[in-house]
T-cell receptor
Framework: GEDVEQSLFLSVREGDSSVINCTYT??????LYWYKQEPGAGLQLLTY?????DMKQDQRLTVLLNKKDKHLSLRIADTQTGDSAIYFC???????????FGKGTKLSVKP | DAGVIQSPRHEVTEMGQEVTLRCKPI?????LFWYRQTMMRGLELLIY????????DSGMPEDRFSAKMPNASFSNLKIQPSEPRDSAVYFC???????????FGPGTRLTVL
């Protein structure tokens, strides 16, 4: 079945850029998403990209999509301690209503 | 809009008891999802509904779990009887239309002793 893979941990220093990577298996994925989960809270949508785009920028966030390699990345510029959280990559296969989530990458930002 | 509302926020119960988790989706959304999150297994999709109809319940762990959506503004997830391994955070989410982004509730933290 469809699968989304991402590394489990990433540690960066405050002010550096963070890059979180994700790979997915379903080539029919129409949308790809990045969600953020802070401790004790639900998942919150950060950004999404349509499959016919290869880049999307939103303030400090840059999403890159390599559809050929089925690779998605999220770059956070000037990472702050408040960015410490778990980041989930998700894909929407074809015409289905559900999303396939990765296991999440825990981002730790050191001062 | 108040967002997705879940109740209770915390539930502590003893093994063998029935547990009912409740969700009110965002008004106008036609999809509703139930997820379970644990450290060991991550985020798992249990079941989802479209227009109040269950579409995929393949993630429901076993017959002890059931979910209903009697109308567009309410869903519940029941566990009967509950077991300690059911301890987790249960999230409800809803979505509608393109780009089908899901809005998550704050979750219910269930502890089964």
């Amino acid at each position: 079945g469809e699968d989304v893979e991402q590394s489990l941990f990433l540690s960066v220093r405050e002010g550096d850029s963070s890059v979180i990577n994700c790979t997915y298996t379903d080539s029919s994925s129409t949308y790809l998403y990045w969600y953020k989960q802070e401790p004790g809270a639900g998942l919150q949508l950060l950004t999404y990209i349509f499959s016919n785009m290869d880049m999307k920028q939103d303030q400090r966030l840059t999403v890159l999509l390599n559809k050929k390699d089925k690779h998605l990345s999220l770059r956070i510029a000037d990472t702050q301690t408040g960015d410490s959280a778990i980041y989930f990559c998700a894909s929407r296969p074809g015409s289905q209503g559900n999303l396939i989530f990765g296991k999440g990458t825990k981002l730790s930002v050191k001062p | 809009d108040a967002g997705v509302i879940q109740s209770p926020r915390h539930e502590v119960t003893e093994m063998g008891q029935e547990v009912t988790l409740r969700c009110k989706p965002i008004s106008g959304h036609d999809y509703l999802f139930w997820y379970r999150q644990t450290m060991m297994r991550g985020l798992e999709l249990l079941i989802y509904f479209n227009n109040n109809v269950p579409i995929d319940d393949s993630g429901m762990p076993e017959d002890r779990f059931s979910a209903k959506m009697p109308n567009a503004s309410f869903s519940n997830l029941k566990i009967q009887p509950s077991e300690p391994r059911d301890s987790a955070v249960y999230f409800c989410a809803s979505s509608s239309g393109q780009p089908h982004e899901q809005f998550f509730g704050p979750g219910t933290r269930l502890t089964v002793l």
